[in-house]
């Protein structure tokens, strides 16, 4: 079955911990991006990635690590650092092609929240 | 100014009614246009893409208009499964999308 997941669904931490969102794509999808939505707001990029063992930092990548070692997945760390980390994160992927902007399909999401 | 801004709303509309949104955008570089639906406490979901030309997929119509710089997406006989929140999408530089903040509908009997 194709598709975008993520884990996990549903994500408590303590202050001063740092936690890791999985997403994994089976879609054979190029790139790969991590957004956060807060309510309200529109979605804001953290960080994206368009090949294995490259990625770019996004508009709010401060407090976020990520890392593309297989190009089926891409994992965020948010870390300590990140002083308001509670929010809607998303991953999505596409199917990336020089010269051109291709539409971006996203997983289930994770709701990390901050005790 | 935001790079993409829609009306948040809500568009509160009787079922069968047709209902149109607009969205501008700033980046007279964009060069793709989408509009995605996201239900409440759930991830977008592509809707449609928009073409320079236009395109209609059912009960769904996308406009661009380049010159004036926004989109639009009209729906027909509206449905109560229609009630989402609609968001507006354009490209920015390098592989970025610029989302707007949304537009709610809720379609009521």
């Given at each position: ?102 539409e971006q399909f996203f ?9 | ?33 989408f509009w995605y639906r ?6 977008p979901k592509l809707l449609m893409s ?37 968001l507006?999408v ?20």
């Open positions: 079955d194709g598709g975008i997941t993520q884990s996990p669904k549903y994500l408590f931490r303590k202050e001063g911990q740092n936690v890791t969102l999985s997403c994994e794509q089976n879609l054979n999808h190029d790139a790969m991006y991590w957004y956060r939505q807060d309510p309200g707001q529109g979605l804001r990029l953290i960080y994206y990635s368009q090949i294995v063992n490259d990625f770019q930092k996004g508009d709010i990548a401060e407090g976020y690590s990520v890392s593309r070692e297989k190009k089926e997945s891409f994992p965020l760390t948010v870390t300590s650092a990140q002083k308001n980390p509670t929010a809607f994160y998303l991953c999505a992927t596409s199917s990336w092609a020089v010269h051109s902007y291709n997983g289930p999401g994770t709701r990390l929240t901050v005790l | 100014r935001k790079e993409v801004e829609q009306d948040p709303g809500p568009f509160n509309v009787p079922e069968g009614a047709t209902v149109a949104f607009n969205c501008t955008y700033s980046n007279s570089a964009s060069q793709s246009f996201q239900d409440c406490r759930k991830e928009v073409y320079s030309s236009g395109n209609e997929d059912g009960r769904f119509t996308a406009q661009l208009n380049r010159a004036s710089q926004y989109i639009s997406l009209l729906i027909r006989d509206s449905k109560l499964s229609d009630s989402a929140t609609y507006c354009a490209t920015g530089t390098a592989s970025k999308l610029t989302f707007g903040t949304g537009t709610r509908l809720q379609v009521t009997l």
